[in-house]
T-cell receptor, first 113, second 115 residues
Framework: KAGVTQTPRYLIKTRGQQVTLSCSPI?????VSWYQQTPGQGLQFLFE???????NKGNFPGRFSGRQFSNSRSEMNVSTLELGDSALYLC????????????FGSGTRLTVV | AQKITQTQPGMFVQEKEAVTLDCTYD???????LFWYKQPSSGEMIFLIY??????QNATEGRYSLNFQKARKSANLVISASQLGDSAMYFC????????????FGTGTSLTVIP
């Protein structure tokens, strides 16, 4: 079956702009989580969605937001981009109720110039 | 306190040899899951192995095994018969049943397999 699909794979934006990243989970998976990976901070949790509801949020400023659609696809948005937002953004999907069974996508590499 | 600690920033192993990557964790939850992921330079996080806190036997997946020592709160990854394609970053991670579904990741270990 198809894995987790993240688009686009690469993105270059200018400071002050906004960006939207997309994540399509594995078919049947209703939980989607987002992570930011930087060399300095490592992998950090952004937020998790289930059935279009945000269930958990990490310690990120309000410029970072997300949503989930009825087909479980998720988007995250970063407004007023800063140089420090340059990172690999990873999405993971899971069937609810299982501690295991999370699958990550290939990520979107965002560069802010 | 760090939830996941990986103390080996970099490791080298000879091809065909076994290697152990260390991971210790910290949780007060009784129900949790421990994971190892491989991340090649392409960026994708590739699932390797999972161990549930209530699993009595150590998990194994092909050449990967997880040495789970609950009392010591350690979950070391053992890769047997290393291959050149095993060169990558390896992350230990944990999810707790009581505290949402987020992963806590370690800082990773960069493994280099030498021919």
């Amino acid at each position: 079956k198809a894995g987790v699909t993240q688009t686009p794979r690469y993105l270059i934006k200018t400071r002050g702009q906004q960006v939207t990243l997309s994540c399509s989970p594995i078919s049947g998976h209703r939980s989607v989580s987002w992570y930011q990976q930087t060399p300095g901070q490592g992998l950090q949790f952004l937020f998790e969605y289930f059935s279009e509801t945000q269930r958990n949020k990490g310690n990120f400023p309000g410029r970072f937001s997300g949503r989930q659609f009825s087909n479980s696809r998720s988007e995250m948005n970063v407004s007023t981009l800063e140089l420090g937002d340059s990172a690999l953004y990873l999405c993971a999907s899971s069937a609810l109720g299982r501690l295991g069974g999370y699958t990550f996508g290939s990520g979107t590499r965002l560069t802010v110039v | 306190a760090q939830k996941i600690t990986q103390t080996q920033p970099g490791m080298f192993v000879q091809e065909k040899e076994a290697v152990t990557l260390d991971c210790t964790y910290d949780t007060s939850d009784q129900s949790y899951g421990l994971f190892w992921y491989k991340q090649p330079s392409s960026g994708e996080m590739i699932f390797l192995i999972y161990q549930g806190s209530y699993d009595e036997q150590n998990a194994t997946e092909g050449r990967y095994s997880l040495n789970f020592q609950k009392a010591r709160k350690s979950a070391n990854l053992v890769i047997s018969a290393s291959q050149l394609g095993d060169s990558a970053m390896y992350f230990c991670a944990m999810r707790e049943a009581s505290f949402g579904n987020q992963f806590y990741f370690g800082t990773g270990t960069s493994l280099t397999v030498i021919p």
